[in-house]
């Protein structure tokens, strides 16, 4: 069983700062890409940012430059850094990733959702 937990959510004055964390367990063989979602009241839930196994990184423009995604491998989590917030940016934050799991072939590759996080910020 493969689960990833997110951390960190919360309420924020507008130019605020947010750390989102996003940890997986379970029997991990190996993780992909990763990634963070949100989705506003009455939107659909829109990718906006993702690391590769290597580091490489990807944002959507309504981020760049003020969140930044990472991760540490070791502990099979991803974090994003938020910064500069404004009331926008409030929705229901996830974390997704790709994840192969089990101990021995054929192992299961498939995506895997956290449960999401509140991220209000009040202006």
């Known amino acids: ?27 991990i063989f190996s993780i992909n890409d990763m990634g963070w979602y949100r989705q506003a009241p009455g939107k659909e839930r ?42 926008e940016d409030t929705a229901v934050y996830y974390c997704n990733a790709e994840i192969s799991s089990g101990t021995i072939p054929p192992l299961l590759t498939r995506a895997y959702w956290g449960q999401g996080t509140q991220v209000t910020v009040s202006s």
């Open 46 to 87: 829109e990718l906006i940012a993702t690391i590769t196994v290597t580091g490489r990184t990807n944002y959507a423009n309504s981020v760049k430059g003020r969140f930044t995604i990472s991760r540490v491998n070791a502990k099979n989590t991803s974090y994003l850094q938020m910064n500069s917030l404004n009331a």
């Open 1 to 27: 069983q493969v689960q990833l937990v997110e951390s960190g959510g919360g309420l924020v004055q507008s130019g605020g700062s947010l750390r989102l964390a996003c940890a997986a367990s379970g029997s």
